[in-house]
């Protein structure tokens, strides 16, 4: 090959590596700023290279960074993190750690790796203290990252799947002060108050769970009226209202949360009238389990069974419905049929695999391990 071919290819080459370094900003309007350099990605700045010319940007009009330049690790990793194969993305994005020397890069791809740790302890306490240790260390080390926000959440989150729950509400409670006080936007205090909730539901405070969870559902509704997350802030309204009646199911007032979801049932929002048949199946099943009635039993399958049709896929409202039909099939029994045991299985093994960031993996893995 000439010289010149080999010029020529050498310089390709090196250009097509410049492009593929290239960032694009997306804007919270939907615009996107394409073909940039970002040097500086922190809560009172983002600044970035255009044409060799430093620009910055008000943090808070930023959505997101596609980066370019990636390794193929955090890639790979962003796709198992996209299919929910959460321990092939902490490999994958602390692989990618290794193999970049930019620094703005290196961060974000520890953050993702706490992120897909997070979300892998589900349902296992150990996994999730340490996924909210590595997320500390992150906090520590990149205390005016852009990226803070969801770190702290992803901690509150890890610390309360850890059982932790001291330190849990206090990172949450942090997280919903600074959301408000550093402008931080209405969607990080839906998500506090909610995790919050769950933190106080788990430690039997059902009456301050109670008003927690009606809290978070006037925070998500302030999101969705800016427009922000409207589908998971949707999903963090039905699950609020789904926590207050749990709140009395906890309370052990089963009648009270029976007619709390009898009621939500009856709404015209298609994804709070299926979350409220699954409250009512719930109900219904700890109502017949204390009697050991069957035909009770029976009406709380068949609440839970219209639960799984009506659900729209907002909230966890189907994750919910078939653990609780495992658990209505066990407390049958043999009255249930020959293949009770297996199918009950079968209903905890869909929770944990098609569900895999919901809160009712833990307890689906729990009657799976007796």
Same mark, same amino acid.
Not at 81 to 92: P, V
Not at 200 to 216: H, I, P, V
Not at 221 to 242: C, Q, Y
């Given at each position: 090959?000439?010289?010149?071919?080999? @010029? $020529?290819?050498?310089?390709?080459?090196? @250009?097509?590596?410049?492009?593929?370094?290239?960032?694009?900003?997306? =804007?919270?309007?939907?615009?996107?700023?394409?073909?940039?350099?970002?040097?500086?990605?922190?809560?009172?700045?983002?600044?970035?290279?255009?044409?060799?010319?430093?620009?910055?940007?008000?943090?808070?009009?930023?959505?997101?960074?596609?980066?370019?330049?990636?390794?193929?690790? @955090?890639?790979?990793?962003?796709?198992?993190?996209?299919?929910? !194969? @959460?321990?092939?993305?902490?490999?994958?994005?602390?692989?990618?750690?290794?193999?970049?020397?930019?620094?703005?890069? =290196?961060?974000?791809?520890?953050?993702?790796?706490?992120?897909?740790?997070?979300?892998?302890?589900?349902?296992?306490?150990?996994?999730?203290?340490?996924?909210?240790?590595?997320?500390?260390?992150?906090?520590?080390?990149?205390?005016?990252?852009?990226?803070?926000?969801?770190?702290?959440?992803?901690?509150?989150?890890?610390?309360?799947?850890?059982?932790?729950?001291?330190?849990?509400?206090?990172?949450?409670?942090?997280?919903? !002060?600074?959301?408000?006080?550093?402008?931080?936007?209405?969607?990080?205090?839906?998500?506090?108050?909610?995790?919050?909730?769950?933190?106080?539901?788990?430690?039997?405070?059902?009456?301050?769970?109670?008003?927690?969870?009606?809290?978070?559902?006037?925070?998500?509704?302030?999101?969705?009226?800016? $427009?922000?997350?409207?589908?998971?802030?949707?999903?963090?309204?039905?699950?609020?209202?789904?926590?207050?009646?749990?709140?009395?199911?906890?309370?052990?007032?089963?009648?009270?949360?029976?007619?709390?979801?009898?009621?939500?049932?009856?709404?015209?929002?298609?994804?709070?009238?299926?979350?409220?048949?699954?409250?009512?199946?719930?109900?219904?099943?700890?109502?017949?389990?204390?009697?050991?009635?069957?035909?009770?039993?029976?009406?709380?399958?068949?609440?839970?069974?219209?639960?799984?049709?009506?659900?729209?896929?907002?909230?966890?409202?189907?994750?919910?419905?078939?653990?609780?039909?495992?658990?209505?099939?066990?407390?049958?029994?043999?009255?249930?049929?020959?293949?009770?045991?297996?199918?009950?299985?079968?209903?905890?093994?869909?929770?944990?695999?098609?569900?895999?960031?919901?809160?009712?993996?833990?307890?689906?893995?729990?009657?799976?391990? =007796?």
């Amino acid at each position: 090959m000439s010289m010149h071919k080999l @010029f $020529g290819l050498a310089f390709l080459t090196a @250009f097509l590596h410049a492009q593929e370094a290239l960032d694009t900003i997306v =804007k919270q309007d939907g615009a996107s700023v394409r073909g940039v350099s970002v040097t500086t990605f922190s809560l009172t700045s983002v600044k970035f290279l255009r044409n060799k010319e430093e620009v910055e940007l008000p943090p808070h009009q930023v959505a997101d960074i596609q980066w370019g330049g990636v390794p193929d690790s @955090f890639t790979s990793g962003l796709a198992a993190l996209a299919r929910n !194969d @959460f321990e092939t993305a902490r490999q994958q994005f602390g692989e990618a750690v290794n193999k970049t020397d930019r620094a703005v890069l =290196k961060a974000e791809a520890r953050l993702l790796q706490g992120k897909a740790a997070a979300l892998a302890g589900a349902g296992d306490p150990a996994a999730a203290a340490n996924a909210a240790g590595a997320l500390r260390a992150w906090i520590g080390e990149f205390p005016d990252n852009w990226r803070l926000p969801e770190a702290t959440y992803l901690l509150g989150r890890s610390l309360r799947m850890g059982q932790a729950h001291s330190d849990a509400e206090t990172t949450l409670k942090e997280l919903d !002060d600074r959301a408000g006080r550093d402008g931080w936007g209405a969607m990080w205090n839906a998500r506090a108050k909610y995790e919050l909730a769950l933190c106080l539901l788990e430690q039997n405070k059902a009456l301050d769970a109670r008003s927690a969870f009606q809290s978070a559902g006037g925070a998500a509704d302030t999101a969705m009226a800016a $427009g922000t997350r409207t589908d998971e802030m949707a999903a963090i309204k039905v699950n609020a209202r789904v926590g207050e009646g749990e709140s009395l199911i906890q309370e052990k007032s089963y009648d009270r949360a029976a007619e709390f979801f009898r009621t939500l049932s009856q709404n015209d929002d298609m994804s709070l009238a299926a979350a409220g048949k699954a409250g009512q199946g719930e109900a219904m099943f700890y109502l017949a389990s204390a009697s050991n009635d069957a035909n009770g039993l029976r009406g709380a399958e068949i609440a839970l069974a219209e639960a799984c049709v009506l659900d729209t896929g907002a909230g966890d409202t189907a994750a919910k419905a078939s653990y609780y039909l495992g658990r209505v099939l066990t407390a049958l029994g043999d009255r249930a049929g020959q293949d009770w045991g297996a199918r009950a299985k079968a209903y905890y093994n869909t929770v944990v695999k098609s569900y895999p960031t919901s809160r009712w993996v833990s307890p689906s893995k729990a009657e799976l391990a =007796k």
